[in-house]
Nanobody, 119 residues
Framework: QVQFVESGGGLVQPGGSLRLSCTAS????????TGWYRQAPGKQRELVAA???????NYADSVKGRFIISRDNDKNTVYLQMNSLKPEDTAVYSC?????????????WGQGTQVTVSS
């Protein structure tokens, strides 16, 4: 059974930074693509960053240049370093395996981690 456990969210002022962690079980992050998704209130969940098996990274235009996705294979954990945060980054952040279209492959989601950007 695949499980993801996200952590690291919190309340931060605009321009601040946070580092999110996603630890997987039943799923090897080193052998597949893993993505960070976010869902803001009243909006659809969107894929914001992904890292492939080979280490290639991809970002949504809205976060490009500000967010960095990385991976620690030994810890089976994927990270999302978020810099220059904006109020519009406020959302619940979760991880999953993205399909080629960006939709999440696994139906089950972790509890996510809340990120709130506000002064």
């Amino acid at each position: 059974q695949v499980q993801f456990v996200e952590s690291g969210g919190g309340l931060v002022q605009p321009g601040g930074s946070l580092r999110l962690s996603c630890t997987a079980s039943g799923f090897m992050v080193s052998l597949s693509t893993t993505g960070w998704y976010r869902q803001a209130p009243g909006k659809q969940r969107e894929l914001v960053a992904a890292i492939t098996r080979g280490g290639t990274t991809n970002y949504a235009d809205s976060v490009k240049g500000r967010f960095i996705i990385s991976r620690d294979n030994d810890k089976n954990t994927v990270y999302l370093q978020m810099n220059s945060l904006k109020p519009e980054d406020t959302a619940v952040y979760s991880c999953n395996k993205p399909s080629s279209t960006g939709r999440a492959v696994f139906d089950s989601w972790g509890q996510g981690t809340q990120v709130t950007v506000s002064s």
